[in-house]
């Protein structure tokens, strides 16, 4: 019998995999992820970016680079340490990012219309454990 974790786990990696499908980009998701972090912590280092999303700086670094590439993010020097740059969304990252976030939140939507009102109450609670959750060491 499955355990409440691994129920948990099962379900959050499903609605993860349905919630991809309704993209329409060439994005990756490590690529759309980055883009949502540069977006919510503003400007910052590429290190930064590596520690928010829990993977190795030299992956990161690659990711912004192709993003870069791609006219979505820009890199400028570091105010206090000329040997670092901070890199943050540029107009186009911004756009493309809200695009992708409304197509996938319209499909939720819908989805969650179908829901009664006690359950959607009890998913805005359950997201803010999620964000515990992943968040934790």
């Given at each position: ?15 993860n ?18 883009l ?6 503003g400007p ?5 970016v590596a520690?928010r999303?829990?993977v ?23 105010p206090?340490?000329?040997?670092q ?14 695009e ?30 999620f ?7």
């Amino acid at each position: 019998m499955p355990t409440d974790a691994q129920k948990l786990a099962t379900s959050v990696a499903r609605l993860n995999r349905r919630l991809r499908q309704e993209r329409h980009s060439a994005m990756t998701a490590t690529q759309l992820s980055v883009l949502g972090t540069v977006r919510l912590m503003g400007p910052c280092t590429p290190s930064q970016v590596a520690h928010r999303e829990r993977v190795s700086p030299p992956s990161v670094t690659r990711t912004i680079g192709c993003l870069v590439d791609d006219g979505l993010i820009l890199r400028e020097p570091h105010p206090d340490d000329g040997r670092q740059v901070l890199v943050r969304l540029s107009d186009k990252g911004e756009d493309v990012l809200a695009e992708e976030r409304a197509r996938r939140d319209a499909w939720l939507d819908r989805r969650m219309r179908d829901l009664s009102a006690d359950e959607r109450a009890l998913l805005r609670k359950a997201s803010v454990l999620f964000d515990r959750l992943s968040e934790s060491e």
